[in-house]
């Protein structure tokens, strides 16, 4: 697939088959992921899959805690249209993917010392790369943020150094929707280019101004 | 272009021609960014375009401080490695592309509540949005990561809130390398798939066994 065809139109995917991925697809989604570029060349990211109904259903459950309190930040119509929002699919998805970053390391990272965070913006690189591949190969990915991360951790039973950048749904998705899910929704509207994009100096308009439409 | 190819061949360019993009090209880049998925809809990636000498010097000299720093953290034939990289382009590539989150918002944005630095990760994947459709236009970007954060901030100017993601340069590079520059060096080498892709569990050798080549 063209690289601006699959930039285009991904999405992220909530509604999945339960179908399982073949393994050579797997393998160069995850190919993909582990050649994006990495400060130092310290390929920080590990790609943790999880099939286990159990650790699903756990994850599942920290989603569930962590919707109900995010929910509440909102009231009124936002509240009640957060509310129709189906937000993950972790249960109906056949993987799960956990891309974590491990931050140990035996010498100074080239290029980290003066922004240590850089291995995790890394990681992130690896993320999109590897979502771009799955909407070439046909394959929906999630984000699923609203999660706990020290609890994530404790069910993961991750070392100390590494982290969790991304807990991913991967699968076939029902449909690729031709917009976000939440623009189509009316949740917010796609900002023009203009508005985000700024010669020589940053100026941006004051919060108040972009309130969600 | 396609898509795995470009992954593929996409190369942290630190050697431009300083010949201009135009300005169609470095649209369809930006526009490649802003397609990436944002945490809640929320595009909070903002795209600083630098060409002013002086900027790009004041730069260019924060940069060099940064790197003193960072080569002494090594000794001996490390440290002679390091002093032979060029790790940076800013003064001769055409364009600065410095990539800025805003994080300010007029209400929670969704899905950001339980791991607040997802707007980040949302502003890195737009980076490799636009680092891939660069690459297909034949458009070198290089990641500098060795600058202090809050002397780059106080050279850009940029109010509370805001916050500095990527400084990239943007030209045409003088060649795509075959191979990533610290991996064709010897400085490390490429990982194994297999030891970065996990079953279920985590479980990774202690850092000591990682020492790089």
Known sequence: MDIYEAIRSRRDVRKFRTDPIPDDVLERILQAGHQAPSVGFSQPWRFLLIRSPETRQAVRHLFDEA????????TGERRALYDTFKLEGILE????????????????????????????????LAVQNLWLAARAEGVGIGWVSILDPSALRSVLELPDGVEIVAYLCVGYPEAF??????????????MPLE?????????SKPPEARKPS
């Open 67 to 74: 919707n109900e309190r995010a929910s509440a930040a909102y």
């Open 177 to 190: 929707l031709e917009r976000p899910m939440l623009e189509k929704a009316g949740w917010r509207d796609r």
């Open 93 to 124: 998805a056949p993987l799960n993917l956990c891309v974590l970053c491990d931050r140990r390391t035996a010498e100074p990272t080239l290029g980290a010392q003066s922004i240590p965070e850089t291995d995790v913006l890394s990681t992130c």
């Open 195 to 203: 508005e985000i994009v700024f010669e020589e100096h940053f100026e």
